[in-house]
C-alpha cells in the first residue's frame, strides 16, 4: 500500500510555562536563566520537613488559559503526585493533577487549507516544571540545576483530533497566541517555555480503530515538530508495511540527525502511581471566583479579527494573519492609529516583515521595533517622502537597528527627490541615454515607458518620486 | 485480594529496591495483610456522604505571588556528597 493510503492521527501534550513572578509552591523567582542553583530554595531543592504552598496566581493563570480555550472549569480540584526517577526531579515526583484538573472538555478552531477545523481539548492541568542537567565534555559526571525546578507549567492535552503536520502547526499557533493574548505565558519556544510532546499514530484511510501510537518528546520549535512527525509517521508505515508491529513506546526527537530514537522499553510502561497530595489541600472554585476571570480576560483574537473585518476593512486573510499573533496584533492597531492607512499597514506585516522575520529564523515576539516606527513608515510613504522601494530598504535597516524610520532615511540619505527641477534634469539625461526606447514607444510599445522609468531610478538610487517620474516622462514622450 | 509476587517485583523495580527471593515472600504476605486491613473500611456505609478528594479538611490554602529570596546558596549545597560550578554534581546520566 502507498502512503497515501494511511492516515495520521495525533494528538498534542503542549507545555506551557506560566508568567507568574514567584514558583508554583515556593517564593522563589521563575526568571530565566541566572547562576545554576541561584533561583531555589529548601521547597524547591525537596529537602527533607519542607512543604509546599500554591501559588494563587498559579489557579488563576490556569482557569484563564481554560476559559480562553472554552474549556470547562472544575468546581473542586486537587493536587496528585506523579511518581518516577529523574535526577533532575529531586523528591522522586512531580506534583501534577490526575483524575481532577482544573480545566477539561474545551476547544479551539484553527485555519486549515480544508476551512476551519475544531480541535477538542481534553484537559488542561497544573503542575511544576523540573530542574536541569547539564553534561560536560570531559566525562565527569552530570550536573544538576534547579532553577526550573517548580516553575509552574499547565499542560495543556488535545483530543486526538489532528491529521497532518499542517493542522498540528496550525493548532500550536493558536494555543501559542491566545496565551499570549491573555498574558498568562510569554510562550518562548526558544526559551523552552512552550514545548510539545505528540502522540502519533496511523492507521489505513477508513479504519475506525485508532493503531499503536509512540509519543515523541523534546521539541520545542515548530520545525523540529513538523519534521519530527514527518519522520515518526513515514517509519511506523514502513514498520506496518514490512509486516511489523509498532510498539508503544515513548520516543526522544534528535534534531541533529532529523530521526526518532527509544527512550524507555515497554516493560516500565507509565506506571506513575499518582495519589493526592497529602502536603496540600483541595482546590475549591466560586461561580464568583470564575465569572470574575472570564470578565478580566482581555479582548481574544476572535473578537479583534470581527473588529478588523468590519471597522478596519481588512481582507479575511489579512485579518486571520494579523490577529494570529498578538504582536502583529499590537502592532497593527499602533500603527494604523499613528498613519491612518490600516491596509498598507496590514500589507507590510503580511509581507515584508512575515517574510524577513523569516529568514532570520525569528518568531513575531522577537521584533525589535513597534507600531510607532511600521506607522511612521507608511505615512513616510503615503507623504511622498520615499518610495516604496526605499521603505523596504528602511525597513531591512529597521530589523538591524529599531530607530525612527525618519532618523534611518536622515542618516542614509534617502529622502525620496519630489523636486520638479531635479526630476525634469534626470529625465531628460536618461531620454538621451536611450534614443531607441523613445522610438518604441512612440511605435506603441508601452514596456519602454517602464524601462525609462526604471534607468532613472537606478540614476536617482531609488529616491526619485515614482509618479513624478511617470508625469514627467510622458510629458516629454507625447510632446 | 492478595498482592503476588509479580506484583512485589513490579513494585520493586519502580521504586529501585532490590529483593531478595525471601524478601519477595516476606513482603507479598505483609501487603496483602495491609490490604486486607484496609479494605475493612469498604464495610462502613457511605451512603449519605459526599465524595471526599483530600485528606484534609480545609481548602484554598494559598500563597501570594511575590519573590522571596533570602537563602544561602552554599547552604543549600552544603550536604551534597559531590558538587562542581554550583549545581550538585552526580553520575553521568545517559539518555
Ligand atoms: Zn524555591
Known sequence: ?479 | MAISKEEVIHIAKLASLNLTEEEIERYSNDMTEILEFANEINSVNTDNVGETIAANEKYNVFRKDEIKQNVDKEALLQNAPSKDDGMFRIPKVIN
Open chain 1, 1 to 479: 500500500m502507498a502512503r497515501e493510503d494511511y492516515e495520521i492521527v495525533m494528538g498534542l501534550e503542549v507545555h506551557c510555562e506560566l508568567s507568574t513572578k514567584t514558583k508554583i509552591f515556593c517564593s522563589c523567582p521563575t526568571e530565566f536563566g541566572g547562576e545554576p542553583n541561584t533561583h531555589c530554595c529548601p521547597i524547591c531543592m525537596a529537602m527533607p520537613g519542607t512543604l509546599p504552598v500554591l501559588n494563587e496566581k498559579v489557579v488563576e493563570y490556569a482557569v484563564k488559559a481554560g476559559l480562553a480555550t472554552n474549556c470547562q472549569i472544575a468546581r473542586k480540584s486537587k493536587n496528585d503526585r506523579k511518581n518516577y526517577f529523574y535526577p533532575d526531579l529531586p523528591k522522586a515526583y512531580q506534583i501534577s493533577q490526575f483524575d481532577l484538573p482544573l480545566c477539561y472538555e474545551g476547544y479551539v478552531d484553527v485555519e486549515t487549507p480544508e476551512g476551519e477545523k475544531r480541535i477538542g481539548i481534553t484537559r488542561i492541568h497544573i503542575e511544576e516544571d523540573a530542574g536541569k542537567l547539564n553534561h560536560d565534555e570531559y566525562g565527569r559526571g552530570s550536573f544538576v540545576d534547579l532553577n526550573r525546578a517548580g516553575v509552574p507549567l499547565i499542560e495543556v492535552v488535545s483530543e486526538p483530533d489532528l491529521r497532518t503536520k499542517e493542522e498540528v502547526e496550525a493548532y500550536l499557533r493558536k494555543l501559542k497566541s491566545i496565551f499570549e493574548y491573555i498574558e498568562v505565558s510569554d510562550c518562548k519556544m526558544q526559551e523552552g517555555s512552550l514545548r510539545a510532546d505528540v502522540n502519533v499514530s496511523v492507521r489505513k484511510k477508513g479504519a475506525t480503530e485508532f493503531g499503536t501510537r509512540t509519543e515523541m518528546k523534546n521539541m520545542n520549535s515548530f520545525r523540529s515538530i513538523v519534521r519530527a512527525i514527518e519522520y515518526e509517521a513515514n517509519r511506523q508505515i514502513d514498520v506496518i508495511e514490512n509486516g511489523g508491529v509498532i510498539t508503544q513506546e515513548t520516543l526522544r526527537w534528535d534534531d541533529v540527525s532529523g530521526k526518532t530514537f527509544s527512550m524507555r522499553d515497554k516493560e516500565d510502561a507509565q506506571d506513575y502511581r499518582y495519589f493526592p497530595d497529602p502536603d496540600l489541600v483541595e482546590i475549591r472554585l466560586s461561580e464568583e471566583y470564575i465569572e470574575n476571570i472570564k470578565k478580566s480576560l482581555p479582548e481574544l483574537p476572535e473578537s479583534r479579527k470581527k473588529r478588523y473585518l468590519e471597522d478596519m476593512g481588512l481582507t479575511e486573510k489579512a485579518a486571520n494573519f494579523v490577529t494570529g499573533s498578538k504582536y502583529y496584533s499590537n502592532m497593527f492597531e499602533e500603527a494604523s492609529s499613528v498613519c491612518g492607512n490600516a491596509k498598507s499597514v496590514s500589507n507590510w506585516i503580511m509581507s515584508d516583515i512575515a517574510r524577513i522575520l523569516n529568514e532570520r529564523e525569528e518568531e513575531p515576539d522577537e521584533l525589535k521595533f513597534s507600531g510607532k516606527e511600521l506607522g511612521e513608515l507608511v505615512t513616510l510613504i503615503d507623504k511622498g517622502t520615499i518610495s516604496s522601494a526605499i521603505a523596504k530598504k528602511v525597513l531591512e535597516e529597521m530589523f538591524k537597528n529599531p530607530e525612527m524610520p525618519s532618523k534611518i532615511i536622515e542618516a542614509k540619505g534617502w529622502i525620496q527627490i519630489s523636486d520638479e527641477g531635479a526630476i525634469k534634469e534626470v529625465v531628460a539625461k536618461v531620454l538621451e541615454a536611450n534614443p531607441q526606447s523613445i522610438a518604441d514607444y512612440k511605435a506603441g510599445k508601452d514596456k519602454a515607458l517602464g524601462f525609462l522609468v526604471g534607468q532613472a531610478m537606478k540614476e536617482t538610487k531609488g529616491k526619485a518620486n515614482p509618479q513624478m517620474l511617470n508625469k514627467l516622462f510622458l510629458e516629454e514622450l507625447n510632446k
